[in-house]
């Protein structure tokens, strides 16, 4: 009878752990619908505006107009803007982001 009390023991931790887990992930899911919200709100949207704000700003994590991007997101975002402007496709954009992003 022990030897069939520790699984069903070891069992039930796992699955409250999940359920820890799931409640965790859902809390902060719905954190962040309220700050999107609230933010969303305080700009006064409405109607089409509000739904692709809501969008973004929940797929961002929060208000994207506060968001930084970090220095290498900085250089991607400069060295795909020259590879743009250049109208580099293929091959030849590859080396040249390879290249820029080295710099």
């Given at each position: 009878m022990l030897k069939l009390r520790v699984p069903l023991l070891m069992l039930a931790l796992l699955f409250s752990a999940?359920?820890?887990?799931?409640?965790?992930?859902?809390?902060?899911?719905?954190?962040?619908?309220?700050?999107?919200?609230?933010?969303?709100?305080?700009?006064?949207?409405?109607?089409?505006?509000?739904?692709?704000?809501?969008s973004t700003c929940l797929k961002a994590g929060g208000d994207?107009?506060?968001?930084?991007?970090?220095?290498?997101?900085?250089k991607m975002k400069a060295c795909n803007a020259d590879a743009a402007t250049k109208a580099l496709a293929g091959d030849a954009r590859k080396k040249f982001m390879s290249d820029c992003l080295k710099k």
């Open positions: 999940q359920g820890f887990a799931a409640s965790t992930a859902q809390q902060a899911q719905q954190e962040k619908m309220k700050t999107c919200n609230a933010d969303a709100t305080a700009k006064s949207l409405k109607g089409d505006e509000r739904k692709a704000f809501m994207t107009s506060t968001k930084k991007l970090t220095p290498q997101q900085e």
